[in-house]
């Protein structure tokens, strides 16, 4: 397994959920094991908002898998939570027996064909919030989406069955597509978890003022933000890109896919290759930006390009 991406929570580190500490000691004894991540989201704000209590709302389905056990969550999502991660216009969709039959299809494939990507998942995510756009708002959906300020937790939509992004669109759904975007999430929170663990870029370095990689397969987006990326940003990325360029790979060399499902793939794929090795390349050229660390995990993921 790369270095670049954990494959295992440390134990004892700060996202050790087993560890002593009286906050996450109190949640496991109160029988509150789904909300923990939200007491690690409280810790890493830092805004005084107590997150984890709001969470003990939520209600959660189980959905288990290969021996693993996610919390699917339900009920309606707390504002202080929602304003937080930006999903002030989404709200937790219905459970049913089409979705959880899809998810399932979707983490089970994981198990089975990607292991390596299974235990990734297992290991980065705990909690599941299947949402949809609130009724009367405007706007494109979100496809699937990680926030570092909470742990263990990834978000995706219906999209999530016909998107693989960043422009590929299936006229069909399939758990297939939904498995590449739980594991494009939870390889954002592994690397999340590495990062904040972890000195991977240079002293001093600062998102907010960090120099900007062109993005020319995002030039018709309007906000610079997904023009211009960050180099933290960009190494992100390139990162995941690894990962789903593999899944992808090993997907197309199975003879179980539907002509539609083989199709978007083989697009998906030709579409990442050339992207992960263009910002391969840039985030080398700015090299200086990197600790130590990072220059060997630059060279690790150089390694990782070049075998695709």
Request: charged share 25%.
């Amino acid at each position: 397994m790369s270095p670049t991406i954990a494959a295992r929570v440390e134990p004892g580190s700060f996202f050790d959920l087993s560890r002593k500490d009286p906050a996450l000691t109190r949640l496991r004894e109160a029988g509150a094991e789904p909300v923990l991540p939200f007491a690690l989201m409280e810790r890493l704000v830092r805004s005084g908002t107590p997150f984890a209590e709001h969470a003990r709302v939520l209600r959660s389905d189980t959905v288990t898998v290969a021996g693993v056990t996610f919390d699917w969550f339900d009920a309606e999502l707390p504002r202080e939570i929602a304003d937080e991660l930006s999903l002030t216009d989404y709200e937790i969709a219905q459970h049913t027996d089409e979705r959880r039959t899809t998810l399932t299809q979707a983490l089970d494939r994981l198990s089975l064909v990607h292991p390596e990507g299974f235990v990734r998942v297992r290991e980065f995510v705990r909690g599941l919030l299947w949402v949809g756009l609130k009724h009367g708002v405007r706007a494109s959906s979100l496809t699937s989406s990680s926030d570092p300020a909470l742990p263990y937790v990834i978000v995706f939509s219906d999209k999530a069955q016909r998107h693989i992004p960043p422009n590929t669109v299936s006229p069909e759904p399939s758990s297939l597509f939904l498995a590449e975007n739980l594991l494009h999430e939870g390889t954002h929170q592994a690397i999340s978890f590495h990062v904040l663990q972890n000195r991977v870029f240079a002293e001093g370095y600062s998102s907010r003022t960090s120099p900007k990689i062109e993005i020319g397969w995002r030039a018709t987006q309007g906000e610079a933000r997904n023009q211009f990326w960050e180099i933290d940003r960009a190494f992100h990325a390139t990162c995941v890109y690894n990962q789903l360029l593999r899944f992808r790979r090993t997907e197309l060399d199975r003879d179980d896919l539907s002509a539609n499902e083989r199709a978007r793939f083989q697009d998906a794929y030709d579409e990442g290759l050339p992207a992960v090795r263009y910002l391969m390349r840039e985030l080398e050229l700015l090299g200086e930006n990197f600790s130590p660390h990072g220059v060997e995990l630059l060279a690790d993921l150089r390694h990782q390009t070049d075998q695709l």
